[in-house]
C-alpha cells in the first residue's frame, strides 16, 4: 500500500476550473494505477478518472470525458486532475486511490483498490 494525500479541492463557479493533486509519500507511485472518485451522500463511491501504472493509457466516465484531464509525474510522485468546464454536479468529495499494476475493467471499481486518500471537497455553485 501507499499513503496518499489529496488536496487543490476548493469552491467554484460553473464553468470553473480545479486541479486536484494526489501525492503520496515514502513508497513512489511507479508501477501504481491510480484512480479518481467521488462521493455525494446517499449514492455510491463514482468512478471519474484512472491513469494506468505505464503512464501511457487514461479512461474517464462519460460524465467527465472531455472535461476533465487525469496526468501523472513520477518523479514527483503526483497524479492530477484538471477540471474544466465544471457543472454543479460535479460537486462532491474527491479521492484519488491506488493499486500496484492494475489495467483494464478494473480500474472503475473502487474495490479494486487497496489504498486511499482521505478526499477533498469540490463544490461547484450555479
Known amino acids: 500500500q501507499v499513503h496518499l494525500v489529496e488536496s487543490g479541492g476548493g469552491s467554484v463557479q460553473t464553468g470553473g476550473s480545479l486541479r486536484l493533486s494526489c501525492t503520496t509519500s515514502?513508497?513512489?507511485?511507479?508501477?501504481?494505477?491510480v484512480g479518481w472518485f467521488r462521493h455525494t451522500p446517499g449514492k455510491e463511491r463514482e468512478f471519474v478518472a484512472a491513469?494506468?501504472?505505464?503512464?501511457?493509457?487514461?479512461d474517464y466516465a462519460d460524465s467527465v470525458k472531455g472535461r476533465f484531464t487525469i496526468s501523472r509525474d513520477n518523479a514527483k510522485n503526483t497524479v492530477y486532475l484538471q477540471m474544466n468546464s465544471l457543472k454543479p454536479e460535479d460537486t462532491a468529495v474527491y479521492y484519488c486511490?491506488?493499486?500496484?499494476?492494475?489495467?483494464?475493467?478494473?480500474?472503475?471499481?473502487?474495490?479494486?483498490?487497496?489504498?486511499w486518500g482521505l478526499g477533498t471537497q469540490v463544490t461547484v455553485s450555479s
Open positions: 515514502g513508497r513512489p507511485f511507479s508501477g501504481h494505477t
Open positions: 491513469i494506468y501504472w505505464t503512464g501511457t493509457t487514461s
Open positions: 486511490a491506488a493499486r500496484l499494476g492494475a489495467v483494464g475493467a478494473v480500474v472503475r471499481y473502487p474495490g479494486n483498490y487497496n489504498s
